[in-house]
């Protein structure tokens, strides 16, 4: 049973519109959610994050928005850049849980110059 | 080392092998974690260390798998007879906080074993 879900495995984009990945989630106990981007052939290294307590959190091009009722959280990058090409994973934690991380299957972005 | 290194990258094991996986974190780290990421799936969390302790190993698939961290730096992920369904990529992440102040920071992660079971 998947506990984090990114329902798109792939999405096309052209260089400087918006690209909106979205992660949904079932466990009501996750309360800290992170977004991680892999390049091919390198580890994940962390993006944004949100704590559940706040609905939008922004750095850069990067935000995410948190909708706890519907369980559901979108990563919007704008304007999307060629280096932003990857596959990007939604992630949760839960504090009662311990330290582990939740991955959901990851959505691969193209940029498209 | 600047970050998590992992070796080898690459492993072609025959079914039936034993594999030793090896973890450098970053120097000073306290946590280490051990991750699988089966093909075209996300990052599955297998163990804990904190320090040399084994905190949590509730993810680890089954006894084939065990995990040392015996002096609370390098760590040993290791698979006996190996199956197909183990052909993964093993993901370590380390960082230099702990317990209770891990909540809500971040993990980094090495680039990860690359293990094919034939």
């Known amino acids: 049973d998947q506990q984090v879900k990114q329902n798109s495995p792939s999405l096309s984009v052209q260089e400087g519109r918006i690209s909106i990945l979205n992660c949904d989630y079932t466990?009501?106990?996750?309360?800290?959610f992170l977004w991680y981007k892999k390049y091919p052939a390198e580890g994940p290294t962390f993006l944004i994050s949100i704590s559940s307590i706040k609905d939008k959190n922004e750095d850069g091009r990067f935000t995410v928005f948190l909708n706890k009722s519907a369980k559901h959280l979108s990563l919007h990058i704008v304007p999307s850049q060629p280096g932003d090409s990857a596959v990007y994973f939604c992630?949760?934690?839960?504090?009662?849980?311990?330290?582990?991380?939740?991955f959901g299957g990851g959505t691969r972005v193209l940029v498209k110059p | 080392g600047a970050g998590v290194s992992q070796s080898p990258r690459y492993k072609v094991a025959k079914r039936g092998q034993d594999v030793a996986l090896r973890c450098d974190p970053i120097s000073g780290h306290v946590s280490l974690f051990w991750y699988q990421q089966a093909l075209g799936q996300g990052p599955e969390f297998l163990t804990y260390f904190q320090n040399e302790a084994q905190l949590d190993k509730s993810g680890l698939p089954s006894d084939r798998f065990f995990a040392e961290r015996p002096e609370g730096s390098v760590s040993t992920l290791k698979i006996q007879r190996t199956q197909q369904e183990d052909s993964a990529v093993y993901l370590c992440?380390?960082?230099?906080?702990?317990?209770?102040?891990?909540?809500?920071?971040?993990?980094?992660f090495g680039e990860g074993s690359w293990l094919t079971v034939v």
């Open positions: 992630a949760a934690s839960a504090k009662a849980a311990g330290n582990k991380l939740t």
């Open positions: 992440a380390s960082s230099y906080l702990a317990g209770a102040e891990l909540y809500g920071n971040t993990i980094y």
């Open positions: 466990n009501s106990m996750f309360d800290y």
